[in-house]
């Protein structure tokens, strides 16, 4: 494995009073769900945003951050991540406080779990989070939707710190939410949100969750390693289908194959390394373009060094 040079006794005396955990050459590929990636040259996991601040302002502002949720819509690749990944996790990032008509919610929590609590609590419009296999964090960046909602639809600010570890809030609009993304300053980490459901009946919103829980099952590979939805979908059109109609179906590059269950996602089907993930990617995305005339963007996040550039 890839390993960096330790870069935490120096993070430690720029910040004695870090509270957090700090790993040196922490392996990645458990963190996502592709299983699939080399180490981060250091990992935090902070105690509270209040410490992430802290790690941010004394951080060598040469150092890169990037910030990592539950690794379900991520390719670390296999170089590994150099600078600090951040990981927020624990109580201080994972709770639903319910007031109301309004959810105040950690980003570490599961979109999943936050669609439970809506439904506990009697608040509609928030069961398409059910469908959404991340952490509230990475909706927020990427304006994560399903089944007819998206996030834009129930939030009502967002709360994080930014790059010189200053707090900051974003109102709804501040977001500049489109498909699939948010304008927000890519430096800020979002810690928490507050959402706003409407009222219903928990038990319809549960039979609405169920129905939702069936239909991904029905037609997602979601017992694979896989990463979810792998390219947005193009503008009046579906990714899926142009890349069926390329013939790419099943196709296969190393360990890594285009699922056959359902064309937009790509799955670990034998040790794949991520170049073989990145690099069907990459080819399906030829063959599309070269039928169709279409351009697919990536939907999932890649981050870090390919093999050869960390060893070089």
């Not at 790993?23 to 299983?35: E, H, K, V």
């Not at 459901?197 to 896989?226: C, S």
């Not at 040790?271 to 990617?281: F, K, M, V």
Request: glycine share 14%.
């Amino acid at each position: 494995m890839t390993a960096f040079p330790d870069i935490t006794p120096d993070i430690r005396a720029r910040a004695p009073a870090l509270r957090g955990r700090l790993i040196a050459n922490q392996p990645l590929s458990d963190l996502t769900w592709f299983r699939v990636g080399g180490p981060a040259q250091a990992l935090f996991t902070p105690a509270d945003p209040e410490d992430l601040g802290l790690l941010l302002a004394a951080l060598d502002p040469e150092v890169p951050v990037t910030v990592i949720g539950l690794g379900s819509n991520l390719i670390v690749r296999d170089g590994g991540v150099p600078g600090v990944v951040v990981r927020l996790g624990g109580k201080a990032f994972g709770t639903v406080a319910i007031d109301g008509e309004t959810l105040r919610v950690g980003t570490a929590v599961p979109d999943m779990r936050l669609a439970k609590a809506a439904a506990e609590a009697g608040l509609d419009g928030l069961a398409f989070f059910r469908g959404i296999p991340g952490s509230v964090g990475g909706a927020l960046r990427m304006n994560a939707g399903a089944h007819g909602g998206e996030t834009t639809d129930v939030l009502v600010e967002a709360h994080g710190v930014d790059r010189r570890g200053e707090a900051r809030r974003f109102s709804h609009a501040e977001m500049g939410f489109a498909y699939r993304h948010s304008a927000a300053p890519d430096d800020v980490i979002f810690t928490s949100a507050l959402f706003r459901g409407r009222p219903g009946e928990r038990a319809a919103i549960e039979a609405e969750m169920e129905r939702v829980t069936a239909a991904r099952e029905a037609a997602q590979p979601i017992r694979e390693r896989t990463g979810g939805s792998t390219f947005k979908n193009p503008p009046g059109g579906k990714a899926w289908q142009l890349v069926d109609a390329a013939g790419c179906r099943g196709l296969t590059v190393g360990g890594a194959q285009v699922s056959p269950m359902h064309c937009n996602f790509l799955i670990n089907r034998d040790n794949a390394s991520a170049a073989d993930i990145e690099g069907l990617g990459e080819e399906v995305r030829r063959r599309v373009r070269e039928t169709s005339g279409v351009e697919l963007h990536w939907e999932i996040k890649r981050i870090g060094l390919a093999a050869d550039a960390a060893n070089g």
